[in-house]
């Protein structure tokens, strides 16, 4: 079984940044997929960025040049540094783990930024 816990959000005004963890249990982490995602108010869920086992990286369009996603697998983390922030960013993020067929997520952080 694993856990994700996310940590490092908050409220921050716009131009801001943030960095937000998310720490896992077990033994797979290292080779698993990291992906966060977030979800506004009444939004569909969206993917942020991903980094693969092997440290490859994607990012959302819109959000490549102000977030970056990077992992520490000595720590089982995964990480994700917000800046310029926009209100339009506002969310709940959540780090979600893939590995082979298996899927985890976590609780979730809110990420509020004002204007």
């Known amino acids: 079984q694993v856990h994700l816990v996310e940590s490092g959000g908050g409220l921050v005004q716009a131009g801001g940044s943030l960095r937000l963890s998310c720490a896992a249990s077990g033994s797979i982490f290292s080779g698993s997929a990291m992906n966060w995602y977030r979800q506004a108010p009444g939004k569909q869920r969206e993917l942020v960025a991903s980094?693969?086992?092997?440290?490859?990286?994607n990012y959302a369009d819109s959000k490549k040049g102000r977030f970056t996603i990077s992992r520490d697998n000595a720590k089982k983390t995964v990480y994700l540094q917000m800046n310029s922030l926009k209100p339009e960013d506002t969310a709940v993020y959540y780090c979600?783990?893939?590995?082979?067929?298996?899927?985890?997520w976590g609780q979730g952080t809110q990420v509020t930024v004002s204007s």
């Open positions: 979600n783990l893939e590995w082979r067929t298996l899927e985890y």
């Open positions: 980094i693969t086992s092997s440290g490859n990286i």
